[in-house]
């Protein structure tokens, strides 16, 4: 199949997190834009500094932009990098949740809310307690008693490495279920992640969110991502298969499916579990490697098919900060396999 065209070129747009709200299809990316900050292995060239809502009536439909919906300096804790959001709605209302440095430097994730899905969103005053690193995904489990979770983490750039064990810091579960207390170490910053034989690869997070999205509402959990193989938890030097960063999870005929990008390989993968705590086993991947470093994506059901939203930067010609957002279908197969439809 050739590549699809980006769904909009009047701006650049990547990580797409797409939802049906309303009969409608929402998509909610990041807003790339032009930088003289050079790329390096810290991201730092993905310089966002707002967020625009993309509609669209029906698949393969005209596509909507409403505009700018949040701006970083409307938000008091920021102080850069609006990067990858996602979008959910409760009790009426809407959620836009965001990654982006505080004022310390550090990632974190903040909400902002909306009376509709197009915002515009009035961000809170600050970010969530409790949350860090980068890629927010909240799931709504509406087969299971509405009950809210938000995944995040990425390393490298994303911080997630910089977490480590320090007597001062917070609790949170690992994957074997034990307590363990964070500090975050600036010293691990950048494109560092632990390594060697038999050295577990670092997971994604999650926590239930409150009735009211607002805050966590348990403990930050280490999802375990498992190997079939082995049934034992992904290991570090497995670049090809471990969590990197863009957590996406989604619920097919029972099953909970966590995808995620896997990062300095580039492929989309994903893993599937009875829980959307986990653990997932990992079941292969949904993408290769699109045009530029990155590649973020989601996964949702409109008009009865299913869609990959994804980015690629075929558009700037191989601009890596300047990405476009695409779509595709996708199609399961009887185990229940993602496959790109042809
Ligand atoms: O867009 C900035 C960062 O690039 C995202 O947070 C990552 O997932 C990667 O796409």
Request: charged share 25%; aromatic share 12%; net charge negative.
């Amino acid at each position: 199949m050739t590549s699809p065209k980006p769904l909009v070129s009047h701006i650049y747009t990547a990580d797409p997190s797409a939802h049906v709200f309303n009969n409608k299809l929402y998509i909610y990316p990041s807003h790339d834009r032009e930088t003289t900050i050079k790329f390096n292995d810290n991201g730092d060239q993905y310089d966002m500094a707002d967020y625009h809502v993309l509609s669209m009536d029906a698949p393969g439909g005209e596509v909507t932009d409403h505009g700018v919906v949040l701006r970083d300096s409307d938000i008091p804790w920021v102080s850069k990098q609006l990067w990858a959001p996602d979008a959910a709605t409760k009790n009426g209302k809407f959620y836009l949740f965001f990654p982006a440095r505080d004022k310390e430097n550090l990632f974190r994730i903040g909400v902002a809310v909306a009376d509709k899905p197009e915002g515009p969103f009035v961000p809170q005053d600050n970010f969530i307690a409790g949350s860090y690193s980068i890629d927010p995904a909240v799931f709504v489990d509406v087969d299971a008693g509405n009950e809210a979770y938000l995944y995040m983490g990425g390393i490298w750039g994303g911080q997630l490495q910089c977490w480590v064990p320090g007597e001062e810091g917070r609790e949170e579960i690992d994957i074997d279920g034990n307590t363990k207390r964070l500090v975050f170490d600036s010293s691990l910053s950048g494109p560092q992640e632990p390594s060697g034989a038999g050295v577990r690869a670092l997971g994604p997070r999650v926590a239930r969110l409150s009735d009211d999205m607002l805050s966590l509402a348990s403990s930050v959990h280490e999802i375990a991502i498992l190997a079939p193989e082995t049934g034992e938890p992904l290991l570090a030097d497995d670049h090809e298969r471990r969590f990197f960063e863009a957590a996406w999870m989604h619920r097919y005929q029972g099953t909970y499916y966590f995808s995620y990008s896997t990062g300095d390989t580039h492929f989309l993968a994903y893993a599937t579990g009875e829980s959307p705590l986990g653990p997932f086993t990992y079941r292969g991947r949904i993408l290769d490697p699109v045009l530029g470093w990155t590649t973020h994506h989601s996964i949702v059901e409109f008009g009865g098919k299913w869609f990959l939203f994804y980015h690629d930067c075929e558009l700037s010609k191989g601009v890596d900060h300047l990405r476009s957002v695409k779509m595709r279908e996708i199609v399961y197969d009887k185990e229940g396999g993602i496959h790109l439809a042809e």
